[in-house]
């Protein structure tokens, strides 16, 4: 029998792969804690959180029992008209821990799912009211995800090229990175207008667009002055929810709270597929009347799986126990030792930290771009040794379940030290 990744190859169209020049995929047998095991008997260390969603470690036993017990009662049920108690507590204790302001919970099944709820809940706002905003704020170089409305608001890139002619339009403006800060205020005197229905950013960390990192204070400032205009404020915390930046949410750095919130990726603890997009109680009542057209006419098969939510909740428990509390702690502590150490490295620019993400840029041939060649060797130079990281271009980050060890932080970064020597002795110039 031909082993699975060549079965793989001949059925299979995989995401973000260029599937002509892409080496067959790494099959994965099994998980545990921050560790992959290879089809081959190879152990990867998983630093990426499997794309940002595990939190607790793979195959977590808590997690586990509380899906398999929700399994064996209940798999799904209708959510237009019907309802059941995962769904009410998870919302019940979602609303608890998110920032002040947010009031109801609209269920879906992504990240992008959950930004198109946010988009269409703010541009129906204004519809409602009979005060149409058509309007979008984001900032250059975002990312919100795959499906059209969350490609419109995303940043406009080779990856969006093909649809561009597709896309509705919006206003950007830079990220006020350390040293930015005054200039994009400047442009958002003039951006931010009566005419804006909505802002939305990636707070405190653009993910997608390379772990770009900027301070509290300026969003905050951006966030009063798009205020002032009468704007929704949405906050994409599909990557920066649940602990990643050292608090639960990055909107807690935050002074200005926002309207909407966008949460997915680790809310299940990386166990099942999940989207919430939550909002505020006077745009909820702005779609309440006896007209039914008022309605917010959304909403997928999924919506609210009984398995999801129990994950959910499951992963909850684990994200407010003072074990994970105490290990987000000690995963930054360990990241800002080695940012002293990177600091005396050469080859390492623009290195940033924010809780557990750390990332910093490897300098050298091929400039910045997702597609340069830097990215496929350090890439591959990491997975050799045991240690799954994708770089972003020639970014290269941590994103740790919060499970994992000192010993294997530490075997990571001494890895990445030695890639950063292996670079250096293989420049071409
Ligand atoms: C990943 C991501 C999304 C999209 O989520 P999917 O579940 O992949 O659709 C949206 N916003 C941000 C900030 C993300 O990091």
Same mark, same amino acid.
């Given at each position: 029998?031909?082993?699975?990744?060549?079965?793989?190859?001949?059925?299979?169209?995989?995401?973000?792969?260029?599937?002509?020049?892409?080496?067959?995929?790494?099959?994965?047998?099994?998980?545990?804690?921050?560790?992959?095991?290879?089809?081959?008997?190879?152990?990867?260390?998983?630093?990426?959180?499997?794309?940002?969603?595990?939190?607790?470690?793979?195959?977590?036993?808590?997690?586990?029992?509380?899906?398999?017990?929700?399994?064996?009662?209940?798999?799904?049920?209708?959510?237009?008209?019907?309802?059941?108690?995962?769904?009410?507590?998870?919302?019940?204790?979602?609303?608890?821990?998110?920032?002040?302001?947010?009031?109801?919970?609209?269920?879906?099944?992504?990240?992008?799912?959950?930004?198109?709820?946010?988009?269409?809940?703010?541009?129906?706002?204004?519809?409602?009211?009979?005060?149409?905003?058509?309007?979008?704020?984001?900032?250059?170089?975002?990312?919100?995800?795959?499906?059209?409305?969350?490609?419109?608001?995303?940043?406009?890139?080779?990856?969006?090229?093909?649809?561009?002619?597709?896309?509705?339009?919006?206003?950007?403006?830079?990220?006020?990175?350390?040293?930015?800060?005054?200039?994009?205020?400047?442009?958002?005197?003039?951006?931010?207008?009566?005419?804006?229905?909505?802002?939305?950013?990636?707070?405190?960390?653009?993910?997608?667009?390379?772990?770009?990192?900027?301070?509290?204070?300026?969003?905050?400032?951006?966030?009063?002055?798009?205020?002032?205009?009468? +704007?929704? &404020?949405?906050?994409?915390?599909?990557?920066?929810?649940?602990?990643?930046? !050292?608090? #639960?949410? =990055?909107? %807690?750095? /935050?002074?200005?709270?926002?309207?909407?919130?966008?949460?997915?990726?680790?809310?299940?603890?990386?166990?099942?597929?999940?989207?919430?997009?939550?909002?505020?109680?006077?745009?909820?009542?702005?779609?309440?009347?006896?007209?039914?057209?008022?309605?917010?006419?959304?909403?997928?098969?999924?919506?609210?799986?009984?398995?999801?939510?129990?994950?959910?909740?499951?992963?909850?428990?684990?994200?407010?126990?003072?074990?994970?509390?105490?290990?987000?702690?000690?995963?930054?502590?360990?990241?800002?030792?080695?940012? +002293?150490? &990177?600091?005396?490295?050469?080859?390492?620019?623009?290195?940033?930290?924010? !809780?557990? #993400?750390? =990332?910093? %840029?490897? /300098?050298?041939?091929?400039?910045?771009?997702?597609?340069?060649?830097?990215?496929?060797?350090?890439?591959?130079?990491?997975?050799?040794?045991?240690?799954?990281?994708?770089?972003?271009?020639?970014?290269?980050?941590?994103?740790?379940?919060?499970?994992?060890?000192?010993?294997?932080?530490?075997?990571?970064?001494?890895?990445?030290?030695?890639?950063?020597?292996?670079?250096?002795?293989?420049?071409?110039?």
């Amino acid at each position: 029998m031909l082993n699975l990744a060549t079965r793989d190859q001949a059925v299979i169209w995989h995401p973000f792969t260029q599937m002509q020049t892409a080496p067959l995929p790494t099959p994965i047998v099994r998980g545990a804690g921050s560790v992959l095991y290879g089809a081959d008997g190879r152990e990867y260390l998983d630093m990426i959180a499997s794309w940002w969603v595990n939190l607790h470690g793979h195959a977590n036993p808590y997690i586990a029992q509380r899906v398999s017990e929700q399994l064996n009662t209940l798999e799904h049920v209708i959510f237009a008209d019907f309802t059941h108690q995962p769904a009410v507590e998870l919302a019940e204790r979602l609303l608890a821990i998110l920032p002040a302001g947010q009031a109801k919970v609209f269920y879906s099944d992504n990240g992008s799912t959950a930004v198109e709820v946010a988009l269409k809940m703010a541009f129906q706002y204004w519809y409602n009211l009979g005060q149409p905003r058509q309007k979008v704020i984001a900032l250059e170089g975002a990312y919100h995800g795959d499906t059209f409305g969350a490609m419109a608001v995303s940043g406009r890139s080779a990856f969006t090229a093909p649809f561009t002619p597709f896309l509705f339009d919006v206003e950007y403006l830079p990220v006020p990175v350390p040293g930015q800060e005054e200039a994009v205020l400047r442009q958002a005197r003039d951006l931010f207008t009566t005419d804006v229905a909505a802002f939305i950013a990636e707070p405190l960390v653009q993910g997608a667009g390379g772990m770009v990192m900027y301070e509290p204070a300026i969003l905050d400032e951006l966030f009063q002055m798009a205020r002032q205009q009468g +704007s929704l &404020l949405i906050a994409d915390e599909v990557m920066t929810g649940f602990g990643r930046t !050292g608090r #639960l949410f =990055a909107s %807690d750095y /935050l002074t200005e709270k926002p309207d909407l919130m966008c949460l997915s990726k680790g809310i299940t603890g990386g166990t099942m597929a999940m989207g919430v997009t939550t909002c505020t109680q006077p745009i909820y009542e702005a779609f309440l009347s006896t007209e039914k057209i008022k309605t917010l006419f959304h909403g997928h098969s999924y919506t609210a799986n009984p398995l999801a939510c129990s994950a959910a909740l499951a992963s909850m428990d684990l994200t407010l126990s003072d074990d994970t509390r105490a290990n987000i702690d000690r995963i930054s502590q360990q990241h800002a030792g080695f940012v +002293s150490r &990177l600091t005396t490295q050469s080859g390492v620019g623009n290195i940033r930290q924010r !809780g557990t #993400l750390l =990332a910093f %840029d490897l /300098l050298g041939e091929g400039g910045t771009s997702y597609f340069n060649g830097i990215r496929d060797r350090a890439y591959a130079f990491l997975l050799d040794r045991g240690v799954l990281m994708r770089p972003l271009g020639n970014v290269l980050y941590l994103m740790p379940p919060y499970c994992t060890t000192n010993e294997q932080l530490q075997y990571t970064y001494t890895q990445i030290e030695a890639l950063l020597t292996h670079l250096a002795e293989t420049a071409t110039d």
